[in-house]
């Protein structure tokens, strides 16, 4: 059974994740200042917002003594992927239902995945879409007993409290460097958004001073704006955030050729590992808003990186 000391150990970075400045002549033509808060150096293999959203979902897991984590995803999944690495840190067992055939196991995820001693249940589509209903769950934790339920995404309202914390990772690191000018306010936090967890965490704590700007990378996500309310109520009171819905190139996991080389163009010139999926399609579209003039002049813009280089690997043998 894991013991909350290994939670604590897995918990305890030696430093928090970098912040940088990026550099780039679109930025200093509309007088931009954009830094980088890199989530994905949080972990050798838990990286980016998997990290934070579980963080405390975990915790509860370990002290209600479970036997286990049973969690959702799809073939490519950084959240399957996360958790596989998590259960063999912390000495969980973890199993999967994963959308999708069951020769998907081979993809690079998935080999990472079992190879960490995760036990994967494939379902088809029509199955998978059951993933929050009361009945199959029911029975879920019937054949799994002791096993302890993660949503798909990790997005739940224990989730967002592991999220918030970052805000004040933040605020420490503008305080406390001196190598380079550093605004006294963030106008904007920047990040990709699929489920809105990761959003409705950072919502939750947001100073009065900086706006949120989550850039779905799904198309037509317009309940998006419910979803994040649903995890965080609050947030419907809250004018300081906005979702980006035009920036999804297409739909989830989709891109043009053109995007795709846009993207790596931007990875070259900024220094910064990107993927398709999440950061490097809120990144194009962060840079496309500013070309555009939607930050005006010498706003001060911080981009979440939330991970999921990962899915680099099985992204590149996608068709775009
Ligand atoms: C790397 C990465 N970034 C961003 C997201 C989006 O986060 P959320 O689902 O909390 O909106 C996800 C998960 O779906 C992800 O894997």
């Given at each position: 059974m894991a013991s909350l000391s290994s939670w604590q150990q897995l918990y305890s970075p030696a430093t928090p994740s970098p912040l940088q400045p990026l550099v780039h002549p679109l930025l200093s033509q509309h007088q931009i200042k954009l830094w980088v808060k890199r989530d994905d150096l949080l972990h050798a293999t838990i990286s980016g917002n998997k990290w934070r959203k579980l963080k405390y979902p975990l915790r509860h897991a370990i002290e209600s003594q479970a036997t286990g984590l049973l969690s959702f995803g799809g073939a490519y999944s950084n959240h399957l992927h996360a958790l596989a690495a998590i259960g063999q840190q912390l000495a969980l067992p973890t199993l999967a239902i994963v959308r999708g055939e069951a020769s998907s196991q081979h993809n690079p995820t998935l080999t990472d995945a079992r190879r960490w001693g995760m036990s994967l249940e494939f379902v088809d589509r029509q199955q998978y879409r059951l993933r929050q209903d009361s009945r199959w769950l029911a029975e879920l934790s019937a054949r799994y007993p002791g096993y302890y339920l993660i949503p798909e995404g990790g997005s739940c309202a224990g989730a967002l409290p592991g999220v918030a914390e970052l805000w004040s990772e933040l605020a420490a690191q503008f305080r406390s460097s001196s190598a380079w000018p550093l605004p006294s306010t963030i106008d904007h936090l920047i990040l990709p958004v699929a489920s809105g967890g990761t959003l409705a965490g950072l919502i939750s704590t947001r100073p009065a001073a900086s706006q949120l700007t989550g850039y779905?990378?799904?198309?037509?996500?317009?309940?998006?704006?419910?979803?994040?309310?649903?995890?965080?109520?609050?947030?419907?009171?809250?004018?300081?955030?906005?979702?980006?819905?035009?920036?999804?190139?297409?739909?989830?996991?989709?891109?043009?050729?053109?995007?795709?080389?846009?993207?790596?163009l931007l990875s070259e010139q900024l220094a910064l590992p990107l993927e398709p999926i999440y950061s490097g399609k809120a990144i194009l579209g962060l840079f496309r808003d500013i070309a555009a003039g939607y930050y005006p002049a010498h706003s001060q813009l911080v981009f979440l990186h939330t991970g999921g280089l990962q899915g680099t690997r099985s992204a590149l043998s996608r068709k775009p």
């Open positions: 779905a990378v799904l198309k037509g996500a317009s309940w998006l704006k419910e979803e994040v309310c649903a995890l965080y109520p609050a947030a419907a009171q809250d004018n300081g955030w906005q979702l980006r819905l035009d920036h999804h190139g297409g739909g989830y996991a989709k891109s043009s050729i053109e995007d795709r080389a846009a993207i790596a």
